[in-house]
């Protein structure tokens, strides 16, 4: 086999990593799935505001999701996937994000960046109140969970409510 032993493979990761000792993580957290989460809230009510835009970057760059990866790659990524999602809309890739997020953490971290770039620029419309309840379903958050990550985003650390942020997040089917 390529004469490449078993010894070979060991000692360069070794040589890269500096020890053998080190932990793996059990599992790479989905990076492209906050990415599109990220993306499709901010892109929901049919167009991207600026302030939107401008809180998916901030939320990028300050999230150790993407801790470590090349600006250039983020940026060539984000307009892939707004390109794709303008062409072939976001439905298909929504109900995959299930799936993709494996613990409950990442669910609600999923969920909850989706909410404050909805909420970004103060306004809730038709489109991102169903957005914002085919994703809940998609992650699995029940309703009271998801009540309770609405008033965390709508309430600042005072307990004063942020506008009427409330009344324009309703989680009900009805809206």
């Known amino acids: 086999m390529l004469g490449i032993h078993e010894s070979d493979v060991a000692r360069a990761f070794d040589e890269i990593q500096g020890t053998s000792d080190q932990a793996w993580p059990e599992r790479v957290v989905p990076v492209d799935a906050y990415l599109d989460c990220l993306l499709m809230a901010g892109m929901s009510d049919g167009h991207f505001a600026d302030i939107e835009l401008a809180t998916v970057i901030a939320f990028i760059l300050s999230r150790p999701e993407f801790d470590g990866l090349p600006e250039e790659h983020i940026r060539a990524s984000i307009e892939h996937r707004l390109e794709e999602f303008s062409r072939r809309g976001v439905e298909g890739r929504l109900a995959e994000l299930g799936a993709e997020f494996v613990t409950d953490e990442e669910r609600e971290n999923a969920y909850g960046l989706a909410l404050s770039i909805t909420m970004a620029d103060a306004e809730l ?37 942020s506008g009427d942020c409330i009344d324009a997040i309703e989680l009900d089917e009805e809206d």
Request: net charge negative.
């Open 125 to 161: 419309d038709t489109e991102e109140k169903e957005f914002l309840l085919h994703l809940r379903r998609a992650l699995g958050i029940s309703d009271a969970r998801a009540e309770a990550m609405r008033d965390a985003v709508c309430f600042d650390e005072a307990g004063s409510e």
